[in-house]
Structure formats: C-alpha cells, structure tokens
C-alpha cells in the first residue's frame, strides 16, 4: 500500500472509536498520530497524557506543550517517575517493559476516570524490527497501535507528516534519556542529568541527529556521520568537551560509526 492508502486506513480505524487518549511525548509518532486522531474525531474527544520524570528531557516537555497547544488539545500532564521502581533503575533487559507498563497503567487510570473509551500509543511498523520489550506491555494492557496497525512505517509518518505541516516531520526519533545507558548500569537522577546537559549542549549547537551514551567517566557521543567533520572544527569540539566534562564526565569520545537508534541493544544476542 501507499502511504496514502494507509493514511486513509489510519483515518478510519480511529473514526471508528468514540474517543482517544494519546500517550503523547511530542515525537515525530505521537504526534502525528495526535494531529490525526484531532482531525478526525475533533479536539473536544483527544486528550494527549504526557508523563514526566527525570528519563524525559526538560526541551521535549516544552515542545510537547507547544504542540498540543497548536492543535487546540487539551494535554493532562502526570509524573510517572519510574526512577521509584526497582525493577526499572536496575535496567535490565526488560527495562523499556517497566516503563511502559507504569506509563499505560497511568493512561488507563485516567482514561477511565476521564470517559475516553480507547488509549493508543505511537508505535508504527518499524518497531517491531528491533528489540523492545514495551511491546509486551501494549499487549498486556490492552492499548491499541493505530499507527502499526495501519503499516505506516517511521518513512510514512515523516512523508505524511510534512504534508499536514507538521514540525516534527523530520524531528530525530525520540528515546527516552535510559536509552542511553548500557544494560546493568542503574539508572540515577544525577546519571540522567548528566546526558540531559551534554544533549542539551549538543542541540544548542545545531546538531540534527545526536545521542551521548553513558559509560560512567566516559561519555560517548553519537552524531550522523555527516555532523562529524563539523564536530571535530577544533573550536566547538572543545566547547563539547568542556561541556561534557563541566556535566561530570571524565572522558568524551565519538563514535566514529555515527548516530543510530537502539545502538546500546548491539550487545545483545538475544532477546531475553
């Protein structure tokens, strides 16, 4: 099918439904799944929750806000802080299962106090191609993926989203900030804020695609291939070290096979 044909599949499938809460984190996905669910079913029947906690960076909070306000959405923020959950700080493998089934219990609870009949989330059909044990939590929870179901691909989404206008369009793709970290190293306020301030200096500078990996005094930097000849100008990678080691780190090193998402699950041989 085209991106068109699933769009208009997409459009259906949620005209069906008599109302939606999105779990909303102002990503390149929710958001479009958001504009969607808008369009067709109108404002007054969407609530977009947004959950916050120290794995959700500070700018993509604000930018959530200012998108659902640009849709005229009501936005429920709540605080999930899975950092109180053991089962999540001592990140595992299945750390991405935990945080997901704090979040959509969240979603549930509020869709049943607020009378929204159907809670979806943004995953779209290339997710199911890499290791993401959340998915368990979607299935056991009953939320729906209108997105995947339609088989619009993260490609779609972006064609799709710049055709609505969308500022997302091409937005990199979003991970929460314990996406960073290898599995076994616990998760801490003070650990996440340290990669926040380095991705913070990174944005700030302009860089599109970024990620900083923590490997406690190490920080190592992932941008696009085609960022790293502008990385290494010797003036702003010394702004990006003093940036790096004024956040706490020791050491900053780059990745010289550049930016990719899930690049912390190469070490796996398994999906256990």
């Not at 979040?103 to 989330?121: H, K, N, P, W, Y």
């Not at 799709?160 to 091409?170: H, I």
């Not at 314990?178 to 990669?195: A, D, H």
């Amino acid at each position: 099918m085209t991106s068109e044909q699933k769009y208009e599949q997409l459009q259906a499938t949620i005209a069906a439904m008599e109302s939606v809460l999105v779990a909303f984190s102002g990503g390149v996905d929710s958001t479009f799944l958001l504009r969607v669910a808008v369009d067709v079913l109108g404002a007054d029947r969407v609530l977009a929750l947004t959950a916050t906690s120290p794995t959700y960076p500070h700018y993509e909070f604000e930018e959530s806000r200012k998108l659902a306000a640009a849709m005229g959405v009501r936005q429920l923020v709540v605080e999930s802080n899975e950092l109180k959950v053991a089962d999540f700080t001592r990140n595992d493998r299945r750390r991405c299962y935990h945080c997901k089934s704090i979040l959509f219990s969240l979603c549930r609870a509020q869709a049943a106090e607020l009378g929204f009949s159907q809670v979806l989330d943004g995953s779209n059909l290339d997710d199911l191609d890499d290791f993401r044990p959340g998915s368990d939590a979607v299935k056991e929870q009953q939320i729906l993926s209108p997105l995947q179901q339609a088989g619009l691909t993260k490609e779609d989404i972006r064609t799709l989203s710049r055709r609505l206008g969308l500022p997302t369009a091409d937005k990199q793709a979003f991970a929460c900030l314990s996406s960073r970290f290898p599995y076994g190293t616990e998760l801490t306020p003070e650990r996440l804020l340290q990669v926040e301030r380095c991705e913070a200096f990174l944005r700030d500078q302009g860089f599109v695609n970024y990620r900083v990996r923590y490997h406690h005094d190490v920080a190592r930097i992932e941008v696009s291939p085609s960022e790293v000849p502008r990385l290494l100008d010797p003036d702003l990678r010394d702004a990006v070290v003093a940036a790096c080691k004024e956040a706490g780190f020791s050491y900053v090193a780059l990745d010289l096979q550049g930016y990719r998402t899930g690049s912390m699950n190469e070490v796996l041989t398994g999906t256990a």
